[in-house]
């Protein structure tokens, strides 16, 4: 009985395979494509963007210049992608048929451009990657990060091909003329380097540039300055580029103001010998005939401290003992230090005043009364376009100035 259940089992299995074998397949009801037509805007002003992209899984289709384009889809769901140059990528779900005309609003987004670095040659402008030979560019951020009342002395520190001679400060007055770009090479080593303002060499006062008018400073290094301006080149070339007004501006006006430290000298810092010894010295030395040489008359042209000047008098006769006694005496308490420091150091204070349309005072004086400078600088700068925008300008520089100075001698007695 149990067989009989079995064998008849398998043959029905059997029978459900054959059967499921030569059924054929069923034809799939076929699918309605519909074209749907939408408009891609701007959200910023309404306006059409033409020749933006519209992606599906299946199609990629651009705007007209009315905005406009045309998608055939399966009925169903859809998902659309959206975008356009300079604004935001949308995307969005779609259901075909619509039910209401589809408009996409996109957002306008602020894209960033890569930042072109130009070198001024004096020249010409160039992308740096096109610069050959040895240059080094000092933006307005880096260039106001130290102070100073001239453009030279802001430089000291700032760059590394630069070298400022500060061992003689006698004869370099000013940094520009302590200054070094290639080292000192040549029989004419000193000769500082050439000077390019506004694209034109400047053999005037280095000081009467105003600091405040730089915008960007290039310092050209190498053999190349010279195969753009000659000769004079050869010790390199600083470049100067000043500030200029922008087309449709409005009036701007600003102020700058800029405070140093520094440490009040101490005077008594290096140890000397003092006046009443110094004198007692002299004393010394006019008794054992040290002075005999210089007080000969065959030598007219003698200095001599006013203490052996006293005693040479009393030796000739001109003046009395007690008279000698008694200069000398109020010598002893004398100390040249003190006078340095009532009369010649006092605070040192610069004043200055800029205004965007290129007015400038300085009135400056140095920790020492050596020299004190009222300087008067204006400049003027004028640019337009003339016909095909070609640009065309013109500046104005004038400085007028008064300089104060006397030179102080350490001589006599301490």
């Not at 749907?36 to 701007?42: L, N, Y």
């Not at 210049?65 to 055939?72: K, P």
């Not at 996109?106 to 451009?113: G, I, K, M, S, T």
């Not at 004198?279 to 030598?299: H, T």
Request: proline content about 5%; some cysteine; hydrophobic content about 35%.
């Amino acid at each position: 009985m149990f067989k009989t259940i079995k064998i008849i089992v398998m043959a029905a299995l059997c029978l459900n395979l054959s059967l499921k074998a030569q059924r054929p397949d069923q034809p799939k009801p076929p699918q309605t494509v519909t074209t749907i037509t939408g408009k891609v805007i701007s959200a910023y002003n309404g306006g059409p963007l033409g020749s933006a992209t519209v992606k599906t899984a299946s199609q990629t289709v651009i705007t007209d210049n009315g905005g406009e384009f045309h998608l055939s889809l399966n009925k169903g769901k859809h998902i659309l992608t959206v975008s356009y140059l300079t604004h935001t990528i949308k995307k969005l779900n779609i259901t075909v048929p619509l039910k209401e005309p589809l408009v996409i609003a996109l957002e306008p987004q602020d894209q960033q451009l890569k930042e072109i670095e130009v070198v001024s040659t004096g020249y010409q402008n160039i992308p740096k990657e096109r610069a050959t030979g040895s240059f080094e560019v000092i933006d307005n951020g880096l260039f106001n990060r130290s102070t100073g009342s001239d453009v030279f002395s802001r430089l000291d520190g700032v760059s590394t091909g630069t070298l400022f001679l500060k061992n003689n400060s006698t004869l370099r007055r000013t940094p520009y003329q302590g200054l070094m770009i290639r080292g000192k090479s040549g029989l004419n080593g000193d000769q500082p380097p050439l000077i390019v303002l506004d694209n034109f060499p400047y053999d005037g006062d280095p000081n009467n540039i105003n600091p405040n008018d730089v915008q960007s400073i290039t310092l050209l290094k190498d053999a190349a300055a010279a195969s753009i301006w000659g000769t004079r080149a050869g010790n390199g070339v600083i470049v100067i580029t000043t500030k200029k007004g922008r087309f449709n501006e409005p009036f701007e006006l600003s102020f700058n103001t800029n405070f140093s430290f520094t440490a009040k000298p101490d005077l008594g810092y290096l140890k000397s010998i003092g006046s009443s010894d110094y004198i007692d010295v002299e004393k010394m030395l006019f008794r054992n005939g040290f002075y005999d040489r210089a007080l000969n008359p065959k030598f007219p042209f003698k200095a001599l401290s006013p203490v052996v000047e006293i005693l040479a008098g009393q030796k000739a006769g001109t003046v009395s003992a007690a008279e000698a006694d008694a200069q000398i005496n109020a010598m002893r308490d004398q100390d040249v230090r003190n006078d340095f420091l009532k009369y010649i150091y006092r605070n040192e204070e610069t004043y200055k005043l800029l205004c965007k349309q290129d007015y400038f005072l300085v009135n400056r004086s140095d920790i020492v009364c050596r020299e004190n400078i009222v300087q008067l600088k204006t400049a003027f700068s004028h640019r337009k376009e003339i016909l095909l925008k070609i640009p065309a300008g013109r500046s104005v520089f004038v400085s007028q100035g008064r300089t104060r100075e006397f030179m102080a001698w350490w001589a006599g007695v301490l």
